[in-house]
């Protein structure tokens, strides 16, 4: 079992920045996959960024592209979601997930389904 739990959400006003952190538990993300997605209220969840186990490969969804960038560091079993110009409609509650399906070094999804371990969430909100 992977346990994830993400931080660093908050409060930001629109063009201000926010890194999101997920670390993982139980164990090693190092040949995981690993994605971000959101939901916002009265939408249903959608794909945000992700990035293969190797740190070689990364996928942005059309809207986040050029303004947020995905990493990670499998040395401390950490993701990160570094989110710059931050815009209204950003806002959301943002989920980490893993997705432990074999692949090579390039392999990553953006399809929720491939995932099979979520984080609880954790809430950003930006202020026009």
């Known amino acids: 079992q992977v346990q994830l739990v993400e931080s660093g959400g908050g409060l930001v006003q629109a063009g201000g920045s926010l890194r999101l952190s997920c670390v993982a538990s139980?164990?090693?993300?190092?040949?995981?996959?690993m994605g971000w997605f959101r939901q916002a209220p009265g939408k249903e969840r959608e794909f945000v960024a992700a990035?293969?186990?190797?740190?070689?490969?990364?996928g942005y969804a059309d809207s986040v592209s050029g303004r947020f960038t995905i990493s990670r560091d499998n040395a401390k079993n950490t993701v990160y979601l570094q989110m710059n110009s931050l815009k209204p409609e950003d806002t959301a509650v943002y989920y980490c997930?893993?997705?432990?399906?074999?692949?090579?070094?390039?392999?990553?999804?953006?399809?929720?389904?491939?995932?099979?371990?979520w984080g609880q969430g954790t809430q950003v909100t930006v202020s026009s």
């Open positions: 139980g164990r090693t993300l190092s040949r995981y996959g």
């Open positions: 990035i293969s186990w190797s740190g070689g490969s990364t």
């Open positions: 997930a893993a997705d432990q399906h074999t692949g090579g070094s390039s392999y990553y999804s953006m399809r929720s389904y491939n995932y099979n371990y």
